[in-house]
């Protein structure tokens, strides 16, 4: 489940970023995603949202606060960690970044959308 639950953020926050070879997730289960988000606390659930949603909008301090918060609810849960990997890579914290996504790949072994990028996810 946790691996479903990895997969369906990654999928959303990265629609902004998708490199050309990254797979696509339309086989996603969807019953099992919800039944995943089902058995995180509801603050963390939130949190994950508006942090998905900070960072499409780019907001990329505000998304970690966000991840931050998952993290801080449910520290278990990978999701939260990869957005704190994938924001802190946009701020330009490679170190922090990379220590994150060390967690989540700890967390969610074998999730396949869990793989480090070395572009600009700045866009700039």
């Not at 990329?60 to 890579?89: E, S």
Request: glycine content about 6%.
């Amino acid at each position: 489940m946790r691996r479903l639950l990895i997969l369906a953020v990654a999928a959303s926050a990265l629609t902004a970023c998708r490199r050309p070879e990254d797979q696509t997730t339309g086989s996603i289960n969807r019953a099992e995603v919800r039944q995943a988000r089902s058995s995180l606390p509801e603050a963390a659930v939130a949190q994950l949202d508006s942090g998905n949603a900070s960072y499409r909008d780019r907001d990329y301090n505000a998304a970690l606060g966000h991840y931050q918060q998952v993290v801080d609810k449910a520290p278990t849960t990978a999701a939260g960690w990869f957005g704190i990997y994938m924001a802190q890579r946009a701020l330009g914290d490679s170190a922090r970044a990379d220590s994150a996504m060390e967690r989540a790949r700890s967390l969610a072994p074998g999730a396949s959308l869990i793989h480090p990028t070395t572009r600009d996810t700045t866009g700039s």
